[in-house]
């Protein structure tokens, strides 16, 4: 499987720009630009509590962004998520969302609603048109569970499905509304690593299929392995965007990781805290430094004390003597009994 891109003459499928969410004095996502063409798989990577999910909100129009637009091929979407579902952008949960008491089956027609036509009267009446309809969202969900390798289990319940299984309905649920556009938050956390290797085989089919692929991971070697792009995201901002292999060489994006500030860290005090209890521990590693060689000095001295009363037996003693003795001896005795004296 090949991911070339010809990112100068590929559509643009999403376009957020400047987008910017503000929850009371913290700003999750700050003026935040990112495209996706199509034939993409584009990566969103960042720490935790980088704003990545909170971006994906206001994608979808669960949160009405504080500044920015969102636009769908070359339309500014309203920021209501069944809008931003029938003109072509669906979704997986971070947290997943399934109706739990719903068969696997039930599921997958639920995603696929928006493309139905028949209105509530057709429904009630169970028309004819209302059963043909009915019949090919079921075929068509049904190719779905297929191509997800969940068919022999349409008409369990999605709460009897083991984890990996709960994500990959997700998956087909979030196909059945026929996207142009699929935006995944971590697809394979929980995942063994079969799984995983699965996933992403499943994401570069969903590629092939002709759908734009925007996906959340922690998973380096994953998103490495899939993505053309990979934008990196720390305290809400565009840190970094570029191919997989000049993102994962960034020292900022490795630094983000292992959480160390970086120019125009909003969060240096936490980092000088840090600091101040890491000199704090050198200085204790300091102190028993000086108790050890104290120690140490103690027992040279008993040991040539004891040398010069019995220098025949220098020998012998030179083994077992050095830690045994002096060390043990004191500290047995006042953590056990010292207090109970
Ligand atoms: N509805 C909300 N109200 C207030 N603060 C929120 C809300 N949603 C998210 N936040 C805050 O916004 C910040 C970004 O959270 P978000 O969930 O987007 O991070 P994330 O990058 O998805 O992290 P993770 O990798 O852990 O999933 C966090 O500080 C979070 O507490
Ligand atoms: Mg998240």
């Known amino acids: 499987m090949t991911t070339t891109t010809d990112t100068t003459t590929a559509t643009t499928v999403l376009e957020a720009s400047g987008v910017t969410m503000r929850f009371g004095g913290l700003t999750a996502v700050k003026g935040v630009d990112l495209k996706v063409n199509a034939g993409e798989i ?56 399934l109706f739990h008491n719903m068969t696997v089956l039930e599921n997958v027609l639920v995603g696929r609603h928006t493309r139905t036509k028949e209105g ?27 191509f997800i390798g969940l068919e022999k289990k349409a008409q369990h319940l999605a709460k009897n499905l083991p984890y990996g299984e709960q994500r990959k309905l997700e998956i087909a649920r979030a196909l059945a509304s026929d ?30 299929m002709g759908i734009a692929v925007l996906v959340i991971e922690h998973d380096m070697r994953f998103i490495f392995n899939l993505c053309d792009r990979v934008a990196c995201l720390v305290q ?44 704090a521990e050198v200085e204790a590693a300091e102190v028993a430094e000086v108790e050890a060689a104290e ?28 830690d045994a003795e002096p060390a043990a001896a004191p500290d047995s005795t006042t953590s056990t009994d010292g207090e109970a004296k």
């Not at 990577?45 to 994906?56: L, M, V």
């Not at 209302?130 to 969202?137: H, N, Q």
């Not at 840190?239 to 120019?263: C, H, K, N, S």
């Open 42 to 97: 584009v990566g969103l990577i960042g720490p935790n509590g980088a704003g990545k999910t909170t971006f994906f909100n206001c994608l979808t129009g669960l949160y009405v962004p504080t500044e920015g637009t969102v636009s769908y091929k070359g339309t500014v979407l309203p920021p209501k998520p069944h809008l931003v579902t029938s003109a072509g952008i669906a979704r997986t949960f971070q947290n997943i969302r």
């Open 236 to 279: 809400g901002e565009k840190l970094i965007e570029g191919t997989a292999a000049e993102v994962q060489g960034d020292e900022r994006v490795v630094a983000a990781y292992l959480g160390e500030p970086f120019e125009g860290d909003p969060s240096a005090a936490p980092a000088a805290e840090v600091a101040e209890v890491e000199a």
């Open 295 to 322: 120690v140490e000095a103690a027992e040279e001295h008993a040991e040539a004390e004891a040398e010069a009363e019995a220098p025949a037996e220098a020998d012998a003693d030179a083994e077992p003597e050095p």
């Open 179 to 208: 996207p142009g556009l699929i935006l995944l938050d971590e697809p394979t956390a929980g995942m063994n690593p079969q799984e995983t290797r699965a996933a992403e085989e499943l994401i570069f089919a969903i590629r092939d």
């Open 120 to 146: 509530l009267w057709s429904a009630l009446l169970r028309g004819p048109g209302f059963k043909k309809a009915e019949a090919a969202s079921e075929a068509r969900a049904m190719e779905l569970l297929e």
